[in-house]
């Protein structure tokens, strides 16, 4: 069973930066991939950014330029560094991680941009 808790998100004002921060704990982790998804209101879940344990990386549209997925291996950690941020990247943000026997989530984050 692995356990993702998310930290960095709050409140900031358009151009600004925040960064978010996923642990993952848990016995038997052998993670692959680590992201994070996004969900504003009204709207569907979307892909920010992933990255797999090799270091392939990939963004959603919206976000290319200006976010930067990063992780840690050794601690299992997965960040989210994101920069320019516009009023319509307000969401909670989710981190996600994959391993061979399932995927898990964590409890989200708020992030808000304020115009």
């Known amino acids: 069973q692995v356990q993702l808790v998310e930290s960095g998100g709050g409140l900031v004002q358009a151009g600004g930066s925040l960064r978010l921060s996923c642990a993952a704990s848990?016995?038997?982790?052998?993670?692959?991939?680590m992201g994070w998804h996004r969900q504003a209101p009204g709207k569907q879940r979307e892909l920010v950014a992933s990255?797999?344990?090799?270091?392939?990386?990939r963004y959603g549209d919206s976000v290319k330029g200006r976010f930067t997925i990063t992780r840690d291996n050794a601690k299992n950690t997965v960040y989210l560094q994101m920069s320019s941020l516009k009023p319509e990247d307000t969401a909670v943000y989710y981190c996600?991680?994959?391993?061979?026997?399932?995927?898990?989530w964590g409890q989200g984050t708020q992030v808000t941009v304020s115009s």
């Open positions: 996600y991680a994959i391993n061979i026997a399932s995927d898990y």
């Open positions: 848990g016995t038997g982790l052998s993670i692959n991939a």
């Open positions: 990255i797999t344990r090799g270091g392939n990386i």
